[in-house]
């Protein structure tokens, strides 16, 4: 079955760390570039951070020092590291996979996960 399927998510403290994890299967997993995306409640989903087949990855301006997003192939996996958590990146987080990459970003998106939530308490 191709999929891809997140987890990870959870409460946590504001200042604090979660790290989010996309399971992907049923597909060549290394020719897909990768992406974070994320929609919090009453919100337009929008891009947390991409990540190409070669390792460059790209960040949103609200993560960026904060979040790092990285692949492992030996496990067809996706991840992202989140540190120094805000009230503000309360959201469900979906993992996607696409077929191309231009401008810096993962596009052609193709497979998405059923989200995972992520709840940073104040």
């Known amino acids: 079955q191709v999929q891809v399927v997140e987890s990870g998510g959870g409460l946590v403290q504001a200042g604090g760390s979660l790290r989010l994890s996309c399971a992907a299967s049923?597909?060549?997993?290394?020719?897909?570039?990768m992406a974070w995306f994320r929609q919090a409640a009453g919100k337009e989903r929008e891009s947390v951070a991409d990540i190409d087949n070669r390792g460059f990855a790209s960040y949103a301006e609200s993560v960026k020092g904060r979040f790092t997003i990285s692949r492992d192939y030996t496990k067809n996996t996706l991840s992202l590291q989140m540190n120094s958590l805000k009230p503000e990146d309360t959201a469900t987080y979906y993992c996607a996979a696409g077929r191309a990459w231009y401008g810096g970003r993962c596009q052609n998106l193709e497979l998405w996960g059923q989200g995972t939530l992520v709840t940073v308490s104040s």
């Open positions: 049923g597909y060549t997993y290394s020719t897909y570039c």
